[in-house]
C-alpha cells in the first residue's frame, strides 16, 4: 500500500508538472515492470537463488513501475484521441473511459487466467520470466513508437499544420 501511495502520488506530480515526459514515463514503468518480472521468479537464467526479500523488493518495483505506467495511460489515450480528430467533449471523455475500461478489466481477466495456465504448465520462475518478456516486448515497441512519431512530428511540422487547415476548409460554399 506504501508503494502504491509513493508512486501514484510521484506520477501524479510528474504528470501535473512534466506532461511532456508521460509518454517516457510509461516507458520507463515497462522497463520497471520488465526488469522487476524478471527478478520475482527470479529467472532461472540468472542462476539467483530465490530468497524472500528479494521477492518482497521486486513486488515492491512491479507496483511502483506500474503505478508510472498506469496513471499516464488514461490522459494519453484522451490526449491521442483529440489529436486524431475527436471533438474535445464529454463524448470524447466517455468513449475513451469506456475503452480504458474494457482494456483494464479483460487484463484483470486474462492476465490471471494465462498465468495462472502457464505456472500450471512450467513453473513460477519461467511463468515469471514469460511475463517480463511480454512487458519487455511492450514496452519496446512503444518506446520504438514513441521515437518514430517524434521524428516524424519534428519533419513535418508545417506539413501536419497544413492539412488540418486543408480539412476544415468547406468544400462548398454554403450561400
Same mark, same amino acid.
Given at each position: 500500500?506504501?508503494?502504491?501511495?509513493?508512486?501514484?502520488?510521484?506520477?501524479?506530480?510528474?504528470?501535473?508538472l512534466l506532461q511532456t515526459i508521460r509518454k517516457w514515463?510509461?516507458?520507463?514503468?515497462?522497463?520497471?515492470?520488465?526488469?522487476?518480472?524478471? &527478478?520475482?521468479? !527470479?529467472?532461472?537464467?540468472?542462476?539467483?537463488?530465490?530468497?524472500?526479500? /528479494?521477492?518482497? %523488493?521486486?513486488? @515492491? $518495483?512491479?507496483?511502483?513501475?506500474?503505478?508510472?505506467?498506469?496513471?499516464?495511460?488514461?490522459?494519453?489515450?484522451?490526449?491521442?484521441?483529440?489529436?486524431?480528430?475527436?471533438?474535445?467533449?464529454?463524448?470524447?471523455?466517455?468513449?475513451?473511459?469506456?475503452?480504458?475500461?474494457?482494456?483494464?478489466?479483460?487484463?484483470?481477466?486474462?492476465?490471471?487466467?494465462?498465468?495462472?495456465?502457464?505456472?500450471?504448465? &512450467?513453473?513460477? !520462475?519461467?511463468?515469471?520470466?514469460?511475463?517480463?518478456?511480454?512487458?519487455? /516486448?511492450?514496452? %519496446?515497441?512503444? @518506446? $520504438?513508437?514513441?521515437?518514430?512519431?517524434?521524428?516524424?512530428?519534428?519533419?513535418?511540422?508545417?506539413?501536419?499544420?497544413?492539412?488540418?487547415?486543408?480539412?476544415?476548409?468547406?468544400?462548398?460554399?454554403?450561400?
Amino acid at each position: 500500500l506504501c508503494f502504491l501511495l509513493i508512486s501514484c502520488a510521484y506520477a501524479d506530480l510528474s504528470l501535473s508538472l512534466l506532461q511532456t515526459i508521460r509518454k517516457w514515463l510509461l516507458v520507463l514503468g515497462g522497463f520497471g515492470t520488465a526488469i522487476g518480472f524478471f &527478478l520475482l521468479g !527470479p529467472a532461472p537464467i540468472l542462476q539467483i537463488k530465490s530468497e524472500l526479500w /528479494l521477492f518482497v %523488493l521486486m513486488l @515492491g $518495483l512491479i507496483g511502483f513501475s506500474l503505478g508510472m505506467s498506469g496513471i499516464p495511460t488514461f490522459p494519453e489515450i484522451l490526449s491521442c484521441a483529440i489529436e486524431r480528430g475527436f471533438e474535445e467533449g464529454l463524448s470524447t471523455l466517455g468513449l475513451v473511459s469506456g475503452l480504458f475500461g474494457a482494456v483494464w478489466s479483460a487484463g484483470m481477466f486474462f492476465g490471471p487466467t494465462l498465468g495462472g495456465y502457464t505456472v500450471q504448465k &512450467l513453473n513460477f !520462475p519461467w511463468a515469471s520470466v514469460i511475463q517480463g518478456g511480454i512487458a519487455l /516486448l511492450a514496452t %519496446l515497441l512503444m @518506446g $520504438l513508437y514513441f521515437i518514430i512519431e517524434g521524428v516524424q512530428k519534428k519533419r513535418s511540422p508545417q506539413v501536419a499544420e497544413n492539412e488540418s487547415n486543408s480539412e476544415r476548409t468547406l468544400l462548398l460554399n454554403q450561400s
